[in-house]
């Protein structure tokens, strides 16, 4: 292997000994910020990713609060525990854990939740700040692929990314973080309908897979000295994940982020961003 390691693990550890000293800043002005979860069903990979997130708390000195509904729960069900979130003040920010079970009205969920808590930056308020170009907590997996791509020193500014994917939590987001002034790069969105997405991928300099495809980039796709972040979560037979790049394109790649150890750190170490700064600015409004 050629290409160098986009280590989302080490990043992450950095920016979460940046957040404990910042979460006991707060707790010594008697504010103890907290992230609440809403995981709905028994789906494995949500429920590990729910429990990473409280062992994060746990880690930053963050409260944390989880709310867990069977697979069965109703619509009015959960609505009623977003409602509850929404006004608990121990509450500073929290998720709903997605995808939802089939037959749940997701985006009925997603806006019935206070933008001021919503720690994802899913809420269309939030979403809408982003595309006026207002503060607002960011989407976690797409701001963590560009704290991971700034730490590691990969140029964003001017470079042509193509991000594969139109999914609401990386997808959609990720193009308008991407092309604000700050980050100031050109991207081309590819899709299952994109004709020749080859054509597409061989002439970035950056390239963001997440279709949930396995092995969908291959190595005569990528342009030599490329950045590849792979966020395709796929399961083998064996339960294993199997990212969206084939192995044999850290041959050709300058820069490769594992999968696992990438970008699903930096999705969690975003998370805990977003709740902290939230509490932050609810203490400066003190
Ligand atoms: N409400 C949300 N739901 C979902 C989001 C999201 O950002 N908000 N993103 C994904 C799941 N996700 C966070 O919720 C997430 C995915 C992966 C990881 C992670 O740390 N992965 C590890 C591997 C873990 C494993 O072995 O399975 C890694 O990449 O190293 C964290 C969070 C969909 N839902």
Redesign the pocket.
């Known amino acids: 292997m050629s290409a160098q390691i986009l280590d989302?693990?080490a990043t992450a550890a950095a920016i979460k000994s940046d957040l404990t000293v910042r979460v006991a800043a707060l707790k010594e002005k008697g504010i103890t910020p907290g992230l609440g979860t809403v995981l709905v069903g028994d789906d494995p990979?949500?429920q590990?990713?729910v429990a990473?997130?409280h062992r994060d708390c746990a880690e930053v000195g963050l409260a944390s609060i989880q709310r867990t509904l069977p697979g069965t729960a109703t619509q009015e069900e959960i609505e009623a525990v977003v409602r509850e979130l929404n006004e608990d003040p121990a509450c500073t920010g929290y998720?709903?854990?997605?995808?939802l079970p089939k037959g749940i009205d997701e985006n009925r969920i997603l806006e019935l939740m206070d933008p001021a808590k919503d720690a994802?930056g899913?809420h269309p308020t939030n979403l809408g700040r982003l595309v006026l170009n207002e503060p607002a907590p960011l989407?976690?997996?797409p701001n963590g692929i560009v704290t991971l791509l700034r730490a590691h020193g990969v140029e964003i500014n001017g470079a042509e990314v193509v991000v594969v994917g139109r999914g609401v939590?990386i997808g959609r987001p990720m193009p308008l973080i991407l092309t604000r002034r700050s980050e100031n790069a050109t991207v081309t969105q590819c899709h299952t309908g994109t004709r020749d997405l080859s054509a597409h991928l061989r002439g970035a300099d950056i390239i963001v897979a997440a279709a949930g495809v396995p092995h969908l980039i291959k190595p005569e796709d990528v342009k030599p000295g490329a950045a590849v972040l792979d966020v395709g979560?796929s399961r083998n037979g064996e339960g294993k994940?199997v990212g969206d790049v084939d192995p044999g394109v850290a041959e050709v790649a300058a820069w490769i982020s594992p999968?696992?150890?990438?970008?699903?750190?930096m999705?969690?170490a975003q998370?805990l961003v977003n709740v902290v700064e939230a509490a932050e600015r609810a203490a400066a409004a003190l």
């Open positions: 989302g693990k990979a949500s590990k990713y990473g997130k998720i709903v854990q997605l995808p994802d899913l989407p976690c997996t939590t979560v994940i999968n696992p150890g990438g970008v699903g750190p999705t969690r998370l």
